[in-house]
């Protein structure tokens, strides 16, 4: 019998949102908030986050501690209260996400401009973990990998047509942006609180 462990990523299976409206509110709405800079593996990201701790929208835009005691938050160390930038657009798609069965937490826009030294490889977790990643602002020099153990290297576009997309980040993996050109990659993502069913896994969807 088939389970997730055994894929890399996969297209959600019955999730569709309008990019176009969700790209319109982070430029309308998102863009027009402080942003939070965050610099991941030498790479300097800027991001608001859609839930947090306590509502704020720096909250997880960082990575959380997952220590207990974390002074002037919620007890609510996976970030799920929903922050004042989602509404309209962006407020359909987390709940079209829900609605497709998935527990979302720390959800967050982080805008990526293409950088001069590209991300190196690393993990997130030890054991089996995906992200969901909605991508809004994307171009075709915008990919995701991953690099086997065997040094081979698996690279996909994920484009912005509404989709949602499932992605490891339990195996070496990094996001890079290389566009010659000014361009950001702005997506939606956030850590889910368990692993997703098979039948959450559309198509296309590759193994390992």
């Keep these: ?65 997952t220590k207990a005691s974390l002074s002037g938050k919620q007890n609510n160390l996976r970030g799920k209260t929903r922050t004042d930038i989602c509404t309209d657009a962006l407020h359909a798609a987390m709940d079209g996400l829900e609605s497709c069965g998935f527990t979302p937490y720390r959800a967050r826009i982080m805008s990526l401009t293409n950088e001069g030294d590209a991300m190196p490889f690393h993990t ?33 576009h994920l484009p912005a047509d509404g989709s949602a997309w499932l992605v490891r980040v339990d195996i070496n993996h990094r996001a890079i942006n290389r566009s010659l050109a000014p361009a950001d990659r702005v997506h939606l993502l956030m850590g889910l609180n368990e692993l997703p069913d098979i039948q959450a896994l559309g198509s296309p969807r590759i193994l390992i």
């Design 1 to 65: 019998m088939q389970n997730t462990k055994n894929y890399l990523f996969a297209k959600v299976a019955g999730f569709k949102c309008d990019v176009e409206a969700l790209e319109r509110h982070f430029r309308d709405t998102v863009s027009t908030f402080p942003a939070t800079n965050y610099r991941d593996n030498r790479v300097d990201y800027i991001g608001w986050a859609v839930t947090s701790r306590d509502g704020s929208l720096d909250d997880g835009v960082q990575r959380i501690s």
């Design 124 to 156: 997130d977790a030890k054991t089996e973990t995906w992200r969901l990643h909605v991508p809004i602002i994307t171009n075709e020099h915008c990919m995701f990998e991953w690099r086997h153990d065997d040094g081979m290297i698996d690279s996909v």
